[in-house]
């Protein structure tokens, strides 16, 4: 018997606390609702993986800071305290965007840049209101743009002892945009700026999106060096995309090599979320601060299309819900909007591609705030 009592010292079972048991089932919630639910698979279930892994007393398997050893410490030290995947996520990115639709009407940038109004409400928010210090508020305001990648970048380089607590926010509230946005846009909108129907694009040259990235993606470092490995890496990648003489590079960026990485990604940033270091109040108001974020994000850009609506004459008006589309959530929030404008309009007015314009802004938006935010903090 002291041989059996021994043995089970020395097993996960004899180390288990509450904090272990509730981030079991915490993570196993996240890995339902990604098999289920179908929010964010991709990353939600190597996420609730990595934080099940974590909590296994004595397997070493916990990531983040002051974290000795173990497999997942080793990807998280190489992959996110240098600050390595997230950009090559943003590569990955780049590679599976077209810009045309924001070329094509490039008014629709000021919306992407509007829709990034919920980044500065949740971090003055978090700073004045909740008691964070300036670089953990600014590390949670940046869920506001729907960006999983730069959250994670800027969370690591900001507050990484809330990495978890910000990539799950950031992740959640992506994966419930069909949720969220829908009764945002119907309270800031009446029932004929939803049957708005959106004119024929202008055709784009070949030559206008290769030039592209290249000139905006220069201006935007030049103007915010710190946005430099998001925007460079995003930048680099839409030109693999558009050059058409790199075929092979493109179908390996925006496809085995973003899988590899985001597997990577999502395991590591599930590993931070330990027990101690997750069930505490900071994490319940950082996912209550993300919401608002979210909330805010969603009404700027929907609010900046009423606005030029005021401005333009009436044959030029534009429908204010692919503002909403602004938040960073490629290509679902402009999905959202072409599927309740279309419902709204009785499938007379479908803006699929006109929402995607501020779609992909926001993604270079969300960026940019995050530069802003190392410039001034970093």
């Not at 964010?40 to 296994?56: H, R, V």
């Not at 919401?291 to 900046?304: L, N, P, Y």
Request: charged residues 10%; hydrophobic residues 55%.
């Amino acid at each position: 018997m002291e041989v059996l009592a021994d043995l089970l010292r020395t097993t996960g079972f004899a180390g288990l606390t509450w904090h272990n048991l509730v981030m079991f089932v915490i993570g196993g919630v996240l890995i339902y609702l990604a098999i289920t639910k179908g929010f964010e698979p991709l990353l939600l279930i190597p996420i609730g993986s990595g934080a099940i892994l974590a909590n296994l007393p004595f397997a070493e398997m916990a990531a983040g800071l002051n974290v000795e050893g173990g497999l997942l410490q080793m990807v998280y030290a190489v992959g996110i305290k240098t600050e390595f995947l997230p950009p090559v996520i943003f590569l990955g990115v780049g590679v599976l965007t077209d810009f045309r639709p924001l070329l094509s009407r490039p008014y629709t940038f000021l919306l992407g840049a509007s829709a990034q109004l919920g980044i500065f409400i949740a971090a003055l928010g978090s700073f004045y209101l909740a008691g964070f210090e300036i670089k953990e508020a600014a590390a949670i305001g940046i869920i506001g743009g729907a960006d999983g990648p730069t959250s994670i970048f800027l969370a690591s380089k900001l507050a990484p002892h809330l990495l978890g607590a910000i990539a799950v926010s950031a992740y959640s509230y992506m994966s419930l945009v069909p949720i969220i946005q829908p009764p945002i846009i119907r309270l800031l909108t009446t029932k004929r700026e939803r049957n708005i129907d959106m004119p024929q694009a202008k055709r784009v040259s070949k030559t206008a999106v290769i030039l592209f990235p290249i000139i905006a993606g220069t201006v935007a470092m030049l103007a915010i060096p710190s946005s430099a490995p998001l925007i460079g890496m995003l930048m680099f990648g839409n030109l693999i995309r558009e050059s058409g003489v790199t075929e092979r590079l493109r179908k390996t960026a925006g496809g085995s090599m973003v899988d590899i990485v985001t597997i990577f990604l999502g395991l590591a940033v599930g590993a931070t979320m330990s027990g101690e270091n997750f069930l505490r109040l900071e994490t319940l108001k950082i996912l209550l601060l993300g919401a608002i974020a979210f909330g805010f994000s969603t009404a700027g850009g929907v609010v900046f299309g009423k606005l030029i609506n005021v401005i333009v004459p009436r044959a030029k008006r534009i429908n204010p819900c692919i503002g909403a589309a602004g938040v960073s959530a490629v290509p679902m929030a402009a999905r959202v909007v072409q599927d309740f404008v279309s419902k709204e309009s009785d499938g007379r007015v479908n803006p699929l591609m006109a929402a995607m314009g501020p779609n992909v802004a926001g993604v270079i938006g969300s960026a940019v705030a995050a530069g802003v935010f190392l410039m001034l903090l970093g």
